[in-house]
């Protein structure tokens, strides 16, 4: 057996949602008529939804509490003001630009500050960050440390940037660079930790270049409960304290609060620089809207001031990353070949090792993932070819990405550890199959973003 949790969540469940398994033959169909593409399913035909930890959270009676007391006035709204003071004390900016989600975000900051022929380097955007950028006409450069790729590497800061080849960048590169992002934790390899001395340095070389630094937010806290767990001098000082110190050393963040806001919809920009934040309200108001609701309605600030508060209490993160890690741990010990360490929304799963006998034009992840919903209703995401798998517009050929994985991302607060087990179960018993299994093939697909609505078949 392997070791139990050392700690009982650190909440009772007050009202509940019903889910259901509906039976294997059910499952079966419901997947083929879905192009076997699990984000065709509806919600009432999956079990366990672990697709994404954004917008999934669920609130606390006071998060629930608070969405009573929303002011929805269009202008002056006192929720903005709960709101934006929550952000000061927790971020340490002085200005707050409500925005619909995270994306949002990144659209004003890169509307305003990245011009055709820049370069925007980070340890490793998020898709939509890339795509902002893209659509800028700029280009996004990934600099996330060697270790950061590699998935058997136990590094404790695997979200790190790569220092020296961020200096290069800045050295050849400067005056085409208008800002550095930092992604916290880094989703795309796994949500895997940044530590503060890379911030530290990170901040130091774009100061010397007098370049501005950013952050992405979406997972602060848990960034920061790592740095307490696994960063010397960090040990016992509060996650309130590390969270300042961390954007202490940038210019501003842009927030999915559908993350680490503990809300179902939300975001914002926060900018240290006032002259800044004038230029940001030009495109908040055309894109979003007014600047004191932006996109949000008045309860929904009033429920994210309540999440900022809780989601950096080390009870919670505690129990967050702790079940996180009780996946992670039960798939390794029934020999599932996951990313390590775990990192703080989910488990990665390398479908290569689980089938090694399909080839990556076949879409082992995107197998993987049709094949845990057969065994257990589970619902991941394919993170490979399908995702990130790319037409050379030269040559015609496919550019294969470097690793085939599956994102087992757990929603806050949502499911318990015994969905966990089932989960672990559904894993082992496609692994002991696993041979059997045949890959896809792609019969329909979009243009961009092609893994949202691709239909796939099964090869004969
Ligand atoms: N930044 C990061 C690191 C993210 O993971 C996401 C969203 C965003 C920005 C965009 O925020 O969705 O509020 O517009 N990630 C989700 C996911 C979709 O499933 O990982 P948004």
New binding site residues.
């Given amino acids: 057996m392997r070791d139990r949790r050392e700690y009982a969540e650190p909440f009772r469940i007050k009202m509940v949602e019903p889910v259901q398994l509906i039976p294997r033959e059910e499952r079966r169909r419901k997947i083929e008529e879905a192009g076997f593409n699990v984000f065709r399913l509806r919600s009432s035909e999956v079990f366990i939804d672990l ?5 999934t959270s669920a609130m606390s009676q006071s998060g629930w509490a608070a969405l009573l007391q929303g002011d929805e006035a269009y202008a002056g709204s006192s929720s903005y003001e709960e709101m934006k003071e929550t952000v000061q004390d927790i971020f340490g900016y002085p200005h707050v630009v409500p925005t619909h ?4 975000a ?1 659209n004003i900051l890169m509307t305003m500050l990245v011009q055709p022929g820049d370069r925007v380097p980070g340890n490793m955007h ?4 890339e795509g902002h950028i893209m659509l800028n006409r700029a280009e996004p450069v990934n600099l996330v440390v060697q270790e950061g790729y590699r998935i058997s590497s136990d590094a404790p800061f695997k979200g790190n940037i790569d220092l020296q080849r961020l200096e290069e960048e800045l050295d050849s590169n400067g005056d085409r660079i208008p800002f550095v992002l930092l ?1 916290i ?4 390899n796994g949500g895997q930790p940044v530590s503060m001395q890379n911030i530290r340095d990170t901040a130091e070389l774009t100061r010397k270049y007098d370049v501005p630094l950013f952050f ?1 937010a ?2 602060f806290a848990e960034n920061a409960h790592f740095i307490r767990e696994r960063e010397s001098g960090y040990e016992g000082v509060e996650i309130r304290d590390i969270a300042r110190e961390m954007f202490s050393w940038g210019d501003g963040c ?1 927030m ?4 680490d806001g503990l809300v179902n ?1 939300g ?1 914002f920009l926060a900018l240290r620089d006032e002259d800044l934040y004038h230029r940001a309200i030009q495109w908040q108001i055309p894109f979003e809207g007014y600047i004191t609701y932006g996109g949000m309605a008045g309860r929904d600030m009033q429920a994210m001031a309540v999440g900022l508060r809780e989601v950096i209490d080390e009870q919670y993160l505690q129990d967050r990353i702790g079940q996180v890690r009780y996946l992670a741990e039960g798939l390794a010990h029934r020999g599932v070949p996951v990313i390590e360490p775990p990192g703080g ?1 989910g488990v990665f799963i390398d479908a290569r090792q689980v089938f090694p006998h399909i080839p990556q034009r076949d879409f082992p992840a995107q197998a993987l993932v049709v094949q845990l919903y057969l065994e257990g209703g589970v619902r991941g ?1 394919e993170l490979g070819t399908s995702a990130f798998g790319r037409t050379d517009p030269d040559t015609g050929e496919m550019q294969y990405p470097e690793l085939e994985l599956v ?1 087992l ?1 757990i929603p806050r607060r949502v499911y318990t550890d015994r969905h966990m087990d089932r989960v672990v179960e559904a894993a082992a018993a496609v692994l002991e199959r696993g041979g059997e299994v045949r890959g896809l093939q792609l019969v329909r697909e979009a243009p961009v973003l092609r893994h949202f609505t691709a239909e796939f078949a099964r090869l004969p």
């Fill in positions: 697709l994404t930890d954004s917008g989600q995270g994306r949002a990144e998020f898709d939509t960050t992604t934790t880094c989703n795309n992405d979406a997972r842009t999915s609060a559908k993350k919809i975001g929304h995401v994102r991302a």
